[in-house]
């Protein structure tokens, strides 16, 4: 249920961030969102420009419809790997 607190987008993302389950590895994706939600706010025209980019980061912490979805069939949700998460990966295999 929305409240006021979701009024402004910082209040609905801070409500969103608040419903998960989150790590120190989460940090820089929320903070991100956070940025994100602030810039919304105070120049609601950036909502076409910034919006995608929220929302990406909100995909990428579980907490869109989408990413819950696919969490819920057992998956990740149906993105391409980031060149640095595929750098990352081949890193920690070695």
């Given at each position: ?84 998460a595929v750098l990352r990966e081949a890193r920690r295999a070695h």
């Amino acid at each position: 249920m929305l409240t006021d607190a979701a009024s402004t987008m910082q209040g609905a993302v801070a409500l969103t961030l608040d419903e998960l389950t989150l790590t120190d590895a989460d940090t820089a994706v929320v903070t991100l969102a956070k940025a994100y939600a602030l810039m919304i706010d105070t120049d609601p025209m950036m909502i076409e420009k910034i919006g995608p980019k929220l929302l990406t980061a909100l995909e990428a912490l579980g907490a869109s419809p989408r990413s819950r979805a696919a969490l819920k069939k057992g998956g990740e949700p149906s993105r391409e790997q980031s060149r640095l998460a595929v750098l990352r990966e081949a890193r920690r295999a070695h």
